[in-house]
């Protein structure tokens, strides 16, 4: 099922609309922090923008599974993608929080307690969108790695701009 589109990998395609979101919502999740009152307005496109993402990496990481029955295995990519289900959940639940809390309080209906919960949760949020962040950035990084670190590491730059003397960007 999430093999091939049209005789293309699913995986490349799946990856960037996941490369895109998950840090959209990462830095959606530390504006609502940032700014509390954005959380009424905007809370939820970030929940939604963060619930599309978290959606997705699971297609992600199918796609990679039927990727590397074509290909090989990638190495610690995989295992890396496999993990980062878990560190977005963590940002969309947290991105939820955050809107319903300051929602709920906006509309005069506060949760009985001290407002302690709010800055509570905004303290995990922030801990769960850097931690996001890290993964997404090794996820990533490993897999440029496993698709291009031999072509890149084993080519020499071609002449043009910036490529040395005569390249037309170096100064003299």
Not at 20 to 41: D, E, K, Q, S, Y
Not at 76 to 95: R, S
Request: hydrophobic share 55%; charged share 10%.
């Amino acid at each position: 099922m999430f093999d091939l589109i049209d005789g293309l990998p699913v995986h490349p395609l799946v990856v960037h609309a996941v490369v895109v979101l998950l840090p959209l919502a990462i830095l959606g999740t530390l504006a609502l922090v940032v700014r509390p009152a954005w959380r009424v307005t905007n809370g939820p496109l970030v929940t939604a923008v963060a619930l599309v993402a978290t959606v997705l990496v699971p297609v992600a990481t199918s796609s990679g599974e039927a990727l590397e029955k074509r290909v090989g295995d990638p190495g610690i990519h995989a295992e890396l993608g496999d993990q980062l289900l878990w560190f977005a959940i963590p940002v969309l639940v947290l991105a939820a929080a955050l809107t319903f809390l300051e929602r709920r309080a906006a509309a005069g209906k506060p949760l009985p307690g001290p407002d302690a919960l709010r800055t509570g949760v905004a303290v995990l949020a922030v801990v769960a969108a850097l931690a996001c962040a890290v993964q997404v950035y090794r996820v990533g990084d490993s897999g440029a790695r496993a698709v291009w670190g031999d072509q890149v590491a084993s080519s020499t730059p071609s002449s043009g701009v910036g490529s040395g003397p005569g390249g037309g960007s170096q100064a003299g």
